[in-house]
């Protein structure tokens, strides 16, 4: 991980903005996952987790997990990272 804090913004259903900071992005098991923590919510300490995929024209788009293994095995690739980034 980069200790440059990246932001990004999303759209919600009802087309609102909302502000990400990038914490990480991950290879795990031949996919790509973004985990993002919401930069406007006081208060807020939880990340959402985000599969990255190709669109048919190869630019990049978030995808929700709806699978619990597959968000548990990014959940514990990531907690590794920050243990040895803290060794």
């Given at each position: 991980?980069?200790?440059?804090?990246?932001?990004?913004?999303?759209?919600?259903?009802?087309?609102?903005?909302?502000?990400?900071?990038?914490?990480?992005?991950?290879?795990?098991?031949?996919?790509?996952?973004a985990l993002?923590?919401?930069?406007?919510?006081?208060?807020e300490d939880?990340?959402?987790?985000?599969?990255?995929?190709?669109?048919e024209n190869?630019?990049?788009?978030?995808?929700?997990?709806?699978?619990?293994?597959?968000?548990?095995?990014?959940?514990?690739?990531?907690?590794?990272?920050?243990?040895?980034?803290?060794?």
């Amino acid at each position: 991980m980069e200790d440059r804090q990246e932001t990004i913004v999303l759209y919600d259903e009802d087309n609102n903005e909302q502000e990400f900071e990038v914490l990480a992005v991950l290879d795990v098991d031949e996919s790509r996952y973004a985990l993002l923590l919401p930069v406007s919510v006081e208060g807020e300490d939880e990340a959402y987790i985000l599969r990255i995929e190709e669109d048919e024209n190869g630019e990049d788009i978030l995808v929700g997990i709806e699978d619990q293994e597959e968000l548990n095995t990014v959940i514990e690739a990531y907690e590794e990272l920050v243990e040895q980034e803290d060794d």
